[in-house]
């Protein structure tokens, strides 16, 4: 009897010798993306893909994934570095199978990225050396359920609009993956991940499914760059998604972006799941305990959206004037010399709260977070009347004069 490694060899030579799909065979194709609720995925101490997969833990994916299975997230995005797969093809192989096993217990299909071997996409005399790489994944994972889609470069046209002559190679090289995959594999759909939709365009006829990425500014961008790429896909009848979106250092806000891909009635996945150790300043929803960035961009993943309308309900957080007697009270606390320490905490704390709950602050550095770790610390009197002083000079503008009508409670009559 042949070891594993054995029959994994035969697997991969196969591959090799294979030269086109039969006519019967049917690439899975699907005709409409627009259910697509996806994520990119890389673990949250890792920095960079490479370590991702060098450092895997299969525990820590179960978990991540469980927190995607909670915002009812259907497809994942993880990229293959050749980096990763050489040095242990055998531990590779390992932990790529349970990651895909992993989401499909879970109801989310996989897109894996593929990342080549440094200086390989700008050398056209190198290109072939992937395909031992190709072969290797696709007798891995090939004929895995939860294997959705390959994509077969991330951004080969990146970051250059026209592209220039070093990006059109590597979207040559792109390509030239595409061709490579379509041979090995008669079965998975194949596509690009474009960080524009020009470029999405000029490799489409490459592609089995159209992938672009949006990152950009003004409602009106991201609209009109969704119109491009649908018109497009409509033109050459493929199914669109786009592979990245969501970055809070670019203007591109989760809730903003995926309030317009749903609406136009496009499938995404955001950049990305977790807040990692590579990206986690500007991207993801989750910590590894499963607290979340902010609550906006999980309500957003589930379809709900901040009110912006023109005739919005504005908060009356003093309605019932909690917010004059937090700072009448604070501002007693502040004029006694000998104030004590756990009132002010106390004080701090209650301030924080309503500061929170009615979105009278920004949420950069939760009060309460502040709040909380002066409670954890050595009293610092110093500290906590600087934070009374600030929380009691915002809450003081939103104060009601006794007669406002938006004061008291509703008739008895109305619940």
Same mark, same amino acid.
């Given at each position: 009897?042949?070891?594993? $490694?054995?029959? !994994?060899?035969?697997?991969?030579?196969?591959?090799?010798?294979?030269?086109? %799909?039969?006519?019967?065979?049917?690439?899975?194709?699907?005709?409409?993306? &627009? @259910?697509?609720?996806?994520?990119?995925?890389? /673990?949250?101490?890792?920095?960079?893909?490479?370590? !991702?997969?060098?450092?895997?833990?299969?525990?820590?994916?179960?978990?991540?994934?469980?927190?995607?299975?909670?915002?009812?997230?259907?497809?994942?995005?993880?990229?293959?570095?050749?980096?990763?797969?050489?040095?242990?093809?055998?531990?590779?192989?390992?932990?790529?199978?349970?990651?895909?096993?992993?989401?499909?217990?879970?109801?989310?299909?996989?897109?894996?990225?593929?990342?080549?071997?440094?200086?390989?996409?700008?050398?056209?005399?190198?290109?072939?050396? &992937?395909?031992?790489?190709?072969?290797?994944?696709?007798?891995? $994972?090939?004929?895995?359920? @939860?294997? %959705?889609?390959?994509?077969?470069?991330?951004?080969?046209?990146?970051?250059?609009?026209?592209?220039?002559?070093?990006?059109?190679?590597?979207?040559?090289? %792109?390509?030239?993956?595409?061709?490579?995959?379509?041979?090995?594999?008669?079965?998975?759909?194949?596509?690009?991940?474009?960080?524009?939709?020009?470029?999405?365009?000029?490799?489409?006829?490459?592609?089995?499914?159209? /992938?672009?990425?949006?990152?950009?500014?003004?409602?009106?961008? *991201?609209?009109?760059?969704?119109?491009?790429?649908?018109?497009?896909?409509?033109?050459?009848?493929?199914?669109?998604?786009?592979?990245? $979106?969501?970055? *809070?250092?670019?203007?591109?806000? =989760?809730? $903003?972006?995926?309030?317009?891909?749903?609406?136009?009635?496009?499938?995404?996945?955001?950049?990305?799941?977790?807040?990692?150790?590579?990206?986690?300043?500007?991207?993801?929803?989750?910590?590894?305990?499963?607290?979340?960035?902010?609550?906006?961009?999980?309500?957003?993943?589930?379809?709900?959206?901040?009110?912006?309308?023109?005739?919005?309900?504005?908060?009356?957080?003093?309605?019932?004037?909690?917010?004059?007697?937090?700072?009448?009270?604070?501002?007693?606390?502040?004029?006694?010399?000998? /104030? @004590?320490?756990?009132?002010?905490?106390?004080?701090?704390?209650?301030?924080?709260?309503?500061?929170? %709950?009615?979105?009278?602050?920004?949420?950069?550095?939760?009060?309460?977070?502040?709040?909380?770790?002066?409670?954890?610390?050595?009293?610092?009197?110093?500290?906590?009347?600087?934070?009374?002083?600030? =929380?009691?000079?915002?809450?003081?503008?939103?104060?009601?004069?006794?007669?406002?009508?938006?004061?008291?409670?509703?008739?008895?009559?109305?619940?």
């Amino acid at each position: 009897m042949r070891s594993s $490694i054995g029959i !994994h060899a035969a697997a991969i030579a196969g591959l090799l010798l294979f030269v086109s %799909a039969p006519a019967s065979a049917q690439r899975r194709v699907p005709r409409d993306l &627009s @259910g697509v609720r996806g994520f990119n995925y890389q /673990s949250a101490p890792t920095t960079g893909h490479a370590e !991702h997969w060098l450092q895997y833990n299969a525990a820590e994916t179960e978990r991540d994934l469980d927190f995607a299975k909670r915002l009812q997230l259907n497809q994942m995005r993880v990229f293959v570095p050749y980096a990763a797969w050489a040095p242990n093809k055998e531990a590779f192989r390992k932990n790529l199978l349970h990651l895909v096993r992993a989401a499909h217990q879970r109801g989310i299909g996989v897109m894996p990225t593929l990342q080549y071997a440094p200086g390989v996409s700008m050398n056209k005399d190198r290109w072939p050396e &992937s395909r031992e790489f190709v072969a290797d994944l696709i007798a891995t $994972i090939g004929k895995e359920p @939860g294997l %959705a889609f390959w994509d077969v470069s991330n951004e080969p046209d990146c970051c250059a609009l026209p592209p220039t002559a070093a990006n059109r190679t590597r979207m040559e090289h %792109a390509v030239y993956m595409a061709k490579t995959f379509h041979e090995l594999d008669p079965v998975t759909p194949v596509t690009i991940g474009a960080a524009y939709t020009p470029n999405m365009i000029e490799m489409g006829e490459a592609q089995d499914v159209l /992938s672009f990425h949006n990152y950009l500014a003004t409602r009106e961008a *991201i609209r009109a760059d969704i119109a491009a790429a649908k018109a497009y896909a409509a033109k050459v009848n493929k199914p669109l998604f786009n592979t990245e $979106i969501g970055c *809070i250092a670019r203007a591109n806000p =989760y809730d $903003i972006v995926i309030e317009e891909h749903m609406k136009a009635n496009v499938g995404w996945y955001i950049w990305e799941l977790m807040i990692t150790h590579q990206w986690g300043t500007v991207h993801g929803v989750f910590h590894p305990d499963g607290t979340v960035r902010d609550p906006a961009i999980v309500a957003a993943i589930l379809g709900m959206f901040r009110d912006r309308h023109e005739d919005v309900m504005q908060a009356a957080p003093d309605r019932e004037g909690f917010v004059t007697r937090a700072v009448t009270n604070n501002r007693k606390w502040l004029a006694d010399a000998n /104030s @004590g320490w756990e009132a002010g905490l106390d004080l701090a704390e209650t301030s924080a709260y309503l500061l929170e %709950a009615g979105q009278l602050i920004a949420m950069y550095d939760p009060p309460a977070r502040s709040v909380e770790l002066l409670r954890k610390g050595a009293p610092n009197m110093p500290a906590l009347r600087a934070g009374i002083e600030k =929380y009691t000079a915002i809450l003081e503008p939103f104060q009601m004069p006794p007669g406002d009508p938006r004061r008291g409670r509703p008739p008895a009559n109305v619940h």
